[in-house]
């Protein structure tokens, strides 16, 4: 027993242990996620029950439990029609149905708002108030068509952008020359204001002529009633997608489920974020991901490079280490109370008072933006890199400075050309624990420049393109968002499961494009295991 204590057989099968562990909760969270998000633009049938009362709901079966009061079995029922039923979800007492059928002309409907719809389609009203046959061919053709002249007024929106940005820049330079001086600018500010007038007679025109022809495509409309005989007449321009779930093939689901993934991808959110697209949140937080990485990974490398190569070991130093370790262990929270002090009021306040005095008090720089968010996340995360660095300095055999040294290479060549890139494994290492941090982070952006909803992207196809001031939409601040304040918990769920599945989806990307740049060069320069 004294030799089995002695060959530490206890605790490596304690690391075994932990190691399973460890790997098991991972794959149960991998499983939940998948298993709750994959689902979710699956097109499920549609059901219709007759209950004990003679009245009749329609629906798709999402659940079924034992009720933890009375033990008795029940459905749970995502029945829609929130505008109707004020609610997306019903459970229903098995005992309390008496049929059920599966109707092949059901419709589901997704709406620009209230969600879905379930119903039969009763009367399609034409443009000029014609009644057209009801049936699945003229509806899917009527709603085709008025897609198409939908697209064709996206030539008038970008014309009505384009007049709207002009008019701001010419807003701004007025507000620049009266703040210099009014009166000896007069004659400029007079033409720049007919400028802008012209510009806002051209706007007004295409706005006038953007919202007649929307109402005009608005009179085509289509009513439906539901389980219960309840009409409801919508414009058919509201309604994105319309599907037969019970005559659907397996062919025709999978298709509409790849449409499901791209809209996902690609389109904007929409519903307060419940329903549509996650593009700019995706996109907010890649881009604030790659501004960290340019902004900590320089510092940390070098105050690393400093501390283990240059600083005379003492008192001092040690101090400094010490403080590196403790700010890794800082809340979140705090340095976003820093960024909102320092970054938002201190430097962005000053910056708005040097080069846009004119602007004041609407702040330019001094508000939260994508730079500031940035920089705070680049605080945050700047002790990992140091510490990763300054571990895979400090690992480099001393033989091999000697031996560089030795050869009549200078201590700074010998750094460059000998131990960085020996040292890049391990300062690839802290990159991916920074980025796996930074990713995740959403009570410091709350503070310094993630919104619920941002109207534009930081990069357009406007001067200056890149526009680091802008607020920015997150992915996890989508996902507290949308599981913490939606009004409504059960239809907002799936979409939370959804987005943190995203969420990990980029980071494992993001940590394995550097893990395998890190690979690479530790196959180059094998040192240590570091």
Known sequence: MK?????????????????????????????????NSLGYFWVKGLVEYTLNDGSHIMGQVTGKELHALTNAKRVQLKVANRDIYGQDFRWIDESDIKGQSVPKEAYLLDRMEHGNFFGFLKELKGADGTLLNPDPEMLR??????????????????????????????RLKIAKLEYRNAEANGAAIASLNEKRNNITEQFDLLKDELNSRQQELAKTTATFVDASGTAKEFALLDILNIHQPNKMSLLDKVWVYAGKIGELLFDDPRESNTEGGLFPAIFGTVMMVILMSLFSMPFGVIAAIYLREYAREGRLV???RIAVNNLAGVPSIVYGVFGLGFFVYGIGGSLDKFFFPERLPTPVFGTGGILWASLTLALLTVPVVIVATEESLASIPKGIREGSLALGATKFQTLTRVLLPMATPGIMTGLVLSMARAVGEVAPLMLVGVVKMAPSLPIDGQFPFFHVDRKFMHLGFHIYDVGFQSPNVEAAKPMVYVTTLLLLLIVIAASSLAIRFRNQMRRRYTTSHF
């Open 3 to 35: 030799n089995y204590w002695k060959r530490g057989e206890p605790m490596v099968l304690a690391a075994g242990a932990t190691l399973a562990a460890i790997l098991f909760m991972t794959i149960t969270l991998m499983a939940v996620i998948l298993g």
């Open 318 to 320: 040690q101090l400094v």
């Open 141 to 170: 053709k009527l709603s085709t068509d008025l897609r198409r002249q939908e697209s064709a007024l996206k030539d008038i929106k970008k014309k009505m952008s384009d007049l709207n940005q002009a008019s701001e820049v010419i």
